[in-house]
T-cell receptor, first 111, second 111 residues
């Protein structure tokens, strides 16, 4: 089974700054990636997915995929205190209908 | 639109007691269904997944079991709970080899 690695953090950024969250993966065959946000005590919610190399933007969020270097990142522009949460990266397992999740990076945005 | 229901939200059970957690999905047919567990400060651990009625795959050997008696119903059970079974249990659904959507979760405390 593939591995998905994330720095556990916490990553602390001031309000209004850009938060950069990174994820590396072991399976070169991975074709798609998903970013989830999990508030403390709540279930994960899907916020972004990316299937191809390059950038994908959705509002304040940008997902970046670099297949050659095997990393995927999530940029959050104009960070807000409400963005404080744990961000989970996930990739499908080839041949299985399951996802492998990273352990998540905690983001803290200070006012 | 699709919705997923999971109950109860919280549960306190004594060691050695049985467990039954239920999850139902609306608005889709033949979904993949998943049970995850998240221990305090830990990542998401896939426990079971199902690609169809009566088809259950177990990812981690333990004293838990899962059943899928109907297309959109997934049940997690135990005959005798252990202290180590405490955690945040999450049901999720997906289609094919794509993202998963989570229910609200059940916080189980075994005392």
């Amino acid at each position: 089974q593939k591995e998905v690695e994330q720095n556990s953090g916490p990553l602390s950024v001031p309000e209004g700054a850009i938060a950069s969250l990174n994820c590396t993966y072991s399976d070169r065959g991975s074709q798609s990636f998903f970013w989830y946000r999990q508030y403390s005590g709540k279930s994960p919610e899907l916020i972004m997915f990316i299937y191809s190399n390059g950038d994908k933007e959705d509002g304040r969020f940008t997902a970046q995929l670099n297949k050659a270097s095997q990393y995927v990142s999530l940029l959050i522009r104009d960070s807000q205190p409400s963005d404080s949460a744990t961000y989970l990266c996930a990739a499908p397992n080839s041949g299985y209908s399951t996802l492998t999740f990273g352990k998540g990076t905690m983001l803290l945005v200070s006012p | 639109s699709q919705t997923i229901h999971q109950w109860p939200a919280t549960l306190v059970q004594p060691v050695g007691s049985p467990l039954s957690l239920e999850c139902t999905v609306e608005g889709t047919s033949n979904p993949n269904l998943y049970w995850y567990r998240q221990a305090a400060g830990r990542g998401l651990q896939l426990l079971f997944y199902s690609v169809g009625i009566g088809q259950i795959s177990s990812e981690v050997p333990q004293n838990l079991s899962a059943s899928r008696p109907q297309d959109r119903q997934f049940i997690l059970s135990s005959k005798k709970l252990l202290l180590s079974d405490s955690g945040f249990y999450l049901c999720a659904w997906g289609v094919g080899n794509t993202e998963a959507f989570f229910g609200q979760g059940t916080r189980l405390t075994v005392v």
